[in-house]
């Protein structure tokens, strides 16, 4: 019953505001379009008429978009003061714009308009018994920002090239255009332009194509563009390349396997050195004295000069101990000294004697004078 009483009551004072000559009389449009971080004006201008005695009242709202919710009040003129600070997203924002409304401008300003300010706001003008109202739908766009250039595929001679462009920010519809901004200035002929995607594609390229392409991206608030330079290069020898991979490889493996075999070489002779050396260690005799050594370099001698004259028959007398046979000159003598007389001669030593000197006992058959085994 309440709803329907004020719709009454909103319905007889636009009667009597027809009949008492209210009026709104701002023509402008309404619908306006503005880029984010821009100022706005949404007139309202009105006059009154004698009639029109009661008290000015001048009010903007935002309309909702969902007609179950209600209008938000966004600015206030009442009993000759204004109230600003009704809707906290447009605190300091908005501000009517004359200092007098009740001369007839009722007109709000809206500085430093953001996307979110996007919607339809009413100017209500009541002064009893008329009442009037006026509708704005306000669009805040957002403009391009700098669009990216860049390059996608292989850039040789025959194959495809796709040159792509891109806003990250923008209020839609956004389209884009393409130029390329050096020699003839003309696009290629195996061109697709894609002005909504903002890619053009080129199919078969040649070095022709190559240059400077710029890419404009706009919308109805604003435009900005950016600048890429497109090289395309020959193909390259598949053949060569291939080969010399292939060639690179196998040196890599030969290489490879050189070093294996030194290493492996180098192991293995130090592995036989290490077994020659143990080897010579274990065979090498204990040291021998002086005289047994010089000893037995003269029997070994002596035994050789008369085995040369040796028999059957006498071997039965070259088995017996012959110490007492050994003369006495076989002894070493120094070298710069003369022979001594047999006068001088050391006397024969005894078969003890030579053991406790070192000397190995050798058996040396008994000869004649002619050289023959006795």
């Not at 004006?41 to 001048?58: H, N, R, V, Y």
């Not at 839609?172 to 003839?184: A, F, M, R, V």
């Not at 193909?235 to 060569?240: D, E, F, L, V």
């Not at 028999?311 to 007398?317: A, D, G, I, Q, V």
Request: glycine content about 6%; some cysteine; charged content about 20%.
């Amino acid at each position: 019953m309440v709803h329907i009483k004020l719709d009454h009551v909103f319905y007889l004072c636009t009667f009597f505001s027809a009949a008492y000559g209210l009026e709104i009389t701002s023509t402008g449009t309404t619908s306006i379009e503005k880029a984010s971080g821009e100022s706005v004006k949404l007139d309202c201008q009105f006059t009154l008429a004698s009639e029109d005695s009661g008290p000015l009242d001048i009010e903007w709202s935002l309309q909702p978009s969902d007609n179950q919710k209600e209008e938000i009040v966004v600015i206030l003129y009442s009993g000759d003061r204004a109230y600003e600070h009704y809707y906290p997203p447009l605190n300091g924002r908005v501000h009517f714009n004359s200092a007098d409304p009740k001369s007839g401008d009722a007109s709000i300003n809206l500085l430093r308009v953001e996307a979110k300010d996007t919607g339809t706001y009413q100017c209500k003008v009541k002064k009893a018994p008329g009442i009037r109202s006026r509708k704005i739908l306000l669009t805040v766009m957002v403009r391009p920002s700098k669009p990216r250039c860049s390059i996608e595929g292989s850039a040789q001679v025959g194959s495809e090239v796709m040159l792509k462009c891109k806003s990250t920010d923008g209020t839609s519809p956004l389209q884009y255009i393409w130029e390329k901004t050096n020699g003839n200035k003309l696009l290629p002929a195996s061109a697709v332009l894609d002005p909504v995607g903002g890619t053009i594609s080129i199919r078969n390229a040649t070095e022709a194509v190559s240059g400077m392409y710029r890419c404009t991206a706009k919308n109805r608030v604003g435009t900005d563009e950016c600048v890429l330079e497109v090289n395309i290069t020959p193909s390259p020898n598949t053949a060569g390349v291939i080969a010399g991979s292939v060639i690179c490889v196998l040196l890599i493996l030969l290489l490879i396997a050189l070093l294996l075999f030194c290493c492996c070489r180098a192991q293995h002779r130090k592995k036989y050195e290490k077994e020659i050396s143990y080897e010579i260690r274990e065979d090498v005799p204990p040291p021998k004295s002086r005289v047994s050594t010089a000893r037995s370099f003269t029997s070994v001698g002596s035994q050789r000069s008369s085995l040369g004259s040796m028999s059957p028959s006498n071997l039965h007398e070259y088995s017996k101990p012959q110490y007492d046979k050994i003369p006495a000159d076989e002894y070493e003598r120094p070298p710069s000294h003369a022979p001594l007389p047999l006068s001088h001669a050391p006397s024969r030593m005894a078969a003890s004697n030579l053991s406790r000197m070192g000397a190995v006992p050798v058996m040396i058959p008994a000869q004649n004078r002619d050289g023959s085994i006795v």
